[in-house]
């Protein structure tokens, strides 16, 4: 009788580590977002002199996104799109974040950490942040990292200063760091590669945010990398691409010692389009930062998931920062939030080139001055792109018309209108649920003259 007893404890106990194994380990997750690079911006995307040799890597180890876009042409709006899943109007950071003014990413935003969080996932933010303005930084009056889910965070407010070497102004789980020694690329992932080899907890899934300066002014290069480029004119912007895609790699390098590669899905991006007067390349593109155009808008986008992405894939699927959300809680198989409008959609199909189904079109808004392309909606091939008062309007064909050369606004006013009326009925929706407190008076003032802070 003991021995039949200890030969069903056996079995038992066999049973449940068999089931464990079978048991599939929850994915984890690494978002990397560049700072102002442009879709032409690296040799991945065709640039004749910039060596991005980590990010060619990634991207010949899963898909690389032809249409990729941020949610905004400017960086704190498309980084609030991609916490929270939603258009920036409509998550309040509709504005770059600085000066005085109360737009800030607020507590009431449900972002995909907070929710993985709450899963059992450990999580952690390294590099800028920019969802603050300057008097809301690391201060209790105001959300930080850790209100919007992160187990651990070490982060600026927006630029390293006084430089993008030797900073003073990083902060770690609410307490100053002082100044670090090197360059900001080479610092958010050597602190980001700490967190995955030493700091986190092994045992549970994880979601990490490694969110650079680079190529943000003002370009700060480690001697080894512009002179790679010595010569060119640009040498230190070209170098500061390749200063980002060095970090790029020792991040996949720390992923790789601590054997969670295989089961680790990496998004790269970027925040918004090129500026260049530092250099920056929209790869061909109408309009840089802060424009509607494409130039402004579409980005570098990778994605890495080994097993279920086919390496070296190319898809031409239109995906948008603000979907990173939902495709991180659909593959964690975590229920997406129904009580509020999710404007981004899963992006898993378009991994292999099939197209994805939107309830919202995608829509951009960045307000920076009165201009002529401020605002723009696109739909299918068709994209419409208006001032910021919405009173002027162009249409363009945009897979067949990609560099926004031929205006079909005049030829075609029966499709100009359809897609007026498209552009109206999103607005009028977003203007509805954003809180229109924050941004009402100063967009209803021109800015004519007003100074950039790039």
């Known amino acids: 009788m003991k021995e039949l007893v200890s030969l069903f404890a056996l079995f038992t106990c066999l049973t449940g580590i068999l089931a464990a194994r079978e048991k599939p380990k929850r994915p984890n997750f690494v978002v990397f977002l560049a700072d102002d690079m442009g879709w032409g911006d690296s040799a991945t995307y065709g640039h004749p002199l910039i060596k991005t040799p980590n990010l060619d890597k990634l991207a010949s180890q899963g898909v690389k996104f032809t249409q990729c876009y941020s949610a905004c ?86 630029n390293a200063i006084p430089s993008h070497k030797n900073p003073n102004n990083f902060v770690r789980n609410g307490e100053p760091v002082g100044e670090l020694e090197g360059y900001s690329a080479q610092i958010v992932a050597a602190e980001a590669s700490s967190w995955i080899e030493k700091k986190r907890n092994p045992d549970k899934p994880f979601a990490l945010s490694v969110w650079f300066h680079e190529p943000h002014s003002p370009i700060a290069t480690d001697p080894r990398f512009f002179k790679l480029y010595d010569g060119h004119k640009n040498s230190k912007y070209l170098g500061n691409i390749s200063q980002m895609d060095h970090a790029l790699g020792q991040v996949m390098t720390a992923l790789d010692k601590a054997g969670v590669s295989d089961n680790t899905i990496i998004f790269f991006t970027s925040d918004n389009g090129p500026v260049p007067a530092f250099g920056g390349t929209s790869g061909g593109l109408r309009g840089n930062k802060r424009s509607s155009h494409e130039g402004g808008i579409r980005v570098p986008g990778v994605a890495r998931w080994p097993g279920h992405i086919k390496p070296g894939t190319i898809s031409d699927i239109p995906v948008i920062g603000s979907d990173i ?105 977003i203007e509805s649920e954003g809180p229109k407190e924050w941004w009402l008076e100063e967009t209803a003032k021109p800015m004519k003259g007003a100074k950039l802070n790039y």
């Open 73 to 158: 042409g400017v960086c704190s709006p498309s980084r609030s799109a991609i916490l929270t899943g939603r258009t920036p109007y409509r998550n309040g950071v509709w504005r770059h974040l600085s000066g005085n003014h109360e737009a800030h990413l607020r507590a009431s935003e449900i972002t995909y950490p907070k929710l993985l969080n709450a899963a059992g996932y450990e999580t952690c933010h390294v590099g800028k942040w920019h969802l603050l303005a300057k008097h809301q930084f690391n201060t209790l009056d105001y959300p930080q990292p850790g209100e919007h889910g992160y187990d651990y965070w070490m982060y600026t407010q927006n």
């Open 325 to 429: 959300f939902a495709t991180i809680l659909s593959i964690a198989e975590i229920p997406i939030p129904t009580e509020r409008t999710i404007d981004g959609v899963n992006m898993v199909p378009a991994f292999s080139g099939k197209p994805l189904t939107r309830k919202t079109p995608l829509f951009w808004r960045t307000h920076v001055s009165q201009a002529n392309d401020r605002s723009a909606l696109r739909i299918g091939d068709w994209k419409i792109v208006s001032n910021d008062t919405m009173d002027k309007f162009m249409l363009f064909e945009i897979q067949k018309d990609w560099k926004e050369e031929n205006d079909l606004a005049g030829k075609m006013p029966e499709k100009l209108e359809e897609m007026k009326k498209e552009l109206f009925n999103v607005w009028k929706q």
